[in-house]
């Protein structure tokens, strides 16, 4: 019985000395490792504790290919995560692209619409204070041609009215002085002063005190049947002559009144085409400005919307390169842990076959 006791003893003795010798193999080896780090430090350590635990070198290496299988399939998940991330972060950049180059092209368009507009709301300012100026200088127009018109009317009728009493007061006068020369025809006398004084104050009543005629009676001392019938002479042609302008005067007022109506016509018509043209001005004016309105506005709307975009856009890209960079980070860190391990695995799998 104490020789079975010893025996085993002597074997686990002999075990124990050999695993020391493979645990100092493998360190030593592992401690010329190219790929050296904290990990390397850590992993080393580990293996070295699980050699000291186990009798079996192979229940290590499994150990060892547990840890590799595990930063493998963490790197396969953290592929697949990364590639879901990146790929939602890049359909929301595409997208924000797309509406801040479609809001830029926006805005661009509507600066140079509001431009236009305010060059044509411009123009069609002037134009409506030309217009304008048009319209109040036909009104001036016609309401000088109106009352021209009417003045030479009244005057024509008033001029009408006077010649009439002219004529009628000469028609007198004729008369009495032609009765005054046949009832003197037969001898040869000479009018009596007070009836000289007669005719003088009728003649500056009728033609006026100031007219030839008038001047050339008061002036004559010597009134005979001669004198007389020159002067019934010459009266009677002024009176023909004022008959002759009354036949005139209404035919003439026909010709006024007509060229008055066809005048009228005339600026009635230029100023319904000049309000037509002004009604139209004030309508495009009018749209001009709503539509400068509107344009300004959606122009505030994407000044605040844009920046706001542009914001967004460059926190998803500093987003996605932080993704990207800490991505890289782990996966070159897990690949390098690997590379280490594998190392590892292959070191410790030779003291297998010692």
Do not use: C, W
């Amino acid at each position: 019985m104490k020789q079975v006791i010893f025996l085993v003893m002597l074997i686990t003795l002999t075990l124990q000395t050999s695993l020391s010798s493979k645990v100092d193999v493998v360190m030593a080896q592992m401690d010329k490792m190219a790929l050296k780090n904290e990990f390397s430090k850590q992993l080393a350590g580990l293996i070295e504790l699980k050699m000291l635990q186990s009798s079996y070198v192979e229940e290590v290496l499994k150990e060892i290919k547990g840890i590799r299988d595990q930063l493998i399939a963490d790197q396969t998940v953290e592929d697949q995560e990364f590639a879901k991330k990146i790929g939602q972060l890049n359909v929301e950049i595409e997208i924000l692209e797309i509406q801040t180059e479609k809001l830029a092209k926006e805005l661009q368009r509507l600066n140079q619409q509001i431009a236009d507009l305010n060059e044509d709301i411009s123009k069609l300012i002037g134009t409506q204070q030309s217009q304008e100026k048009q319209l109040s200088t036909l009104n001036s127009k016609e309401e000088d041609i109106r009352n021209q018109y009417k003045l030479e009317i009244e005057t024509i009728s008033q001029r009408t009215t006077n010649n009439i009493k002219s004529i009628d007061g000469l028609n007198e006068m004729i008369a009495k002085l032609q009765q005054a020369v046949f009832a003197e025809q037969s001898k040869t006398t000479v009018l009596s002063q007070q009836h000289t004084k007669q005719y003088v104050d009728q003649l500056a009543n009728s033609l006026g005190p100031n007219h030839p005629i008038t001047a050339l009676v008061s002036v004559t001392t010597k009134f005979d049947v001669p004198t007389v019938t020159r002067i019934i002479q010459l009266l009677e042609n002024i009176r023909d002559q004022r008959i002759q302008e009354n036949a005139g005067a209404d035919e003439y007022a026909v010709k006024v009144t007509q060229s008055y109506e066809v005048t009228l016509k005339e600026v009635t018509e230029v100023r319904e085409r000049l309000s037509a043209n002004y009604s139209r001005t004030l309508v495009n004016l009018k749209r001009r400005n709503e539509e400068n309105a509107l344009s300004t506005k959606s122009r505030n709307q994407i000044q605040k919307d844009l920046p706001i975009a542009l914001d967004l856009l460059q926190q998803y890209r500093n987003e996605r390169e932080i993704v990207q960079s800490n991505y890289n980070l782990r996966s070159a860190r897990r690949e390098n842990e690997v590379k280490i391990i594998t190392q590892a695995y292959t070191i410790v799998a030779q003291q297998v076959k010692v």
